[in-house]
């Protein structure tokens, strides 16, 4: 089991940053990819992007590709999600999850979830 905390949103206006944090605890030891996803009201759940436990090139979607940067430090056991240039298209609630398929968009890949933090970017 892993327990994850997401951390760090709140109101930016747009050309603003944001860094979310995603604290993970319970069986760390374990090697778990992580990803972030986010949800806008109305809409489903979609990937933003995903690294490797190894923390070796992320992937990320096209929408926030040279936008957001994804990291991890697995000595705190938290991932890190910098955001830089936001849009309100960017506004969501962002989550983070824990699985071991690998780092692809697939929701059903990810095991565990957090609660999510909410972006919201106003114009």
């Known amino acids: 089991q892993v327990h994850l905390v997401e951390s760090g949103g709140g109101l930016v206006q747009a050309g603003g940053s944001l860094r979310l944090s995603c604290a993970a605890s319970g069986d760390t030891n374990i090697h778990y990819h992580l990803g972030w996803f986010r949800q806008a009201p109305g809409k489903e759940r979609e990937f933003v992007g995903a690294?490797?436990?190894?923390?070796?090139?992320?992937n990320y979607a096209d929408s926030v590709k040279g936008r957001f940067t994804i990291s991890r430090d697995n000595a705190k056991n938290t991932m890190y999600l910098q955001m830089n240039d936001l849009t309100p298209e960017d506004t969501a609630v962002y989550f983070c999850a824990a699985g071991q398929r690998g780092i692809a968009s697939d929701i059903g890949w990810y095991t565990f979830w957090g609660q999510g933090t909410q972006v919201t970017v106003s114009s």
């Open positions: 690294i490797s436990w190894s923390g070796g090139s992320p």
